[in-house]
């Protein structure tokens, strides 16, 4: 697969989702995309910062946006503006579980006040609240040729290994144009395709661990 290379899989007519079973193997991708000039990287793992800070990571180039329940909005504004000043070469979102744990807590506070509701309510509502969002950077990124990618952690299940939850699974398969898979082997980080408009599943690419821990 000389012919790509990771920035180049990434498609700018839909949503690119990361899946991943080992937060340090998915470190190490979105660190090297976040190499590029002109990356806004949503850090709701807090990971990627912590490394950054530490000078595990160089990515002299990024804008590193860490949202809460009260600021996700105000930063997703800014971020707008910010690829329509043609400022932004590349939208990461890390993660989908992240953002989930966030907002569970708050529609779970809101139902319990208003004595209706409970657990179903408020996935249904972080799950329309996070298409929305996701759309809104999308539907920019399609219009200026900027490439929004949003990772998601794969869950372990006894009786059949690793899977996405239902509700994020749901969304990313509706919504992405393309789908990728990372994971470390020994020495050396394999993405593989698993859906893409022009690259074949099942392809995969592989570097060389570029982080340190």
Not at 28 to 44: I, K, P
Not at 113 to 126: A, P, T
Not at 140 to 146: K, N, P
Not at 174 to 187: C, F, G, H, I, Y
């Amino acid at each position: 697969m000389a012919e790509y290379n990771l920035a180049s899989m990434l498609s700018k007519k839909g949503l690119n989702s990361l899946l991943f079973s080992d937060p340090y193997a998915k470190l190490c991708c979105t660190s090297m995309l976040a190499g590029q000039e002109n990356v806004v990287y949503f850090d709701l793992d807090t990971t990627f910062s912590a490394y950054l800070k530490a000078g595990l990571v160089q990515a002299p180039g990024i804008d590193v946006y860490l949202p809460s329940e009260g600021r996700f909005v105000e930063m997703l504004k800014d971020v707008l503006a910010r690829m329509g000043e043609k400022r932004c070469s590349l939208v990461i979102f890390d993660s989908i579980n992240s953002f989930y744990a966030m907002y569970y807590s708050y529609y779970r506070r809101s139902t319990e006040k208003g004595g209706s509701g409970g657990s179903s309510s408020s996935s249904g509502n972080i799950n329309h609240l996070l298409s929305v969002l996701l759309m809104l950077l999308v539907r920019q990124g399609v219009t200026l040729g900027v490439p929004v990618l949003a990772t998601s952690m794969l869950r372990f299940r006894k009786e059949g290994g690793w899977k996405q939850s239902p509700a994020s699974r749901r969304l990313l398969q509706k919504k992405s144009a393309t789908r990728l898979q990372v994971e470390r082997v020994e020495n050396e980080i394999i993405v593989q395709v698993l859906e893409h408009e022009k690259v074949p599943a099942g392809t995969s690419l592989s570097f060389g661990i570029t982080v340190s821990r």
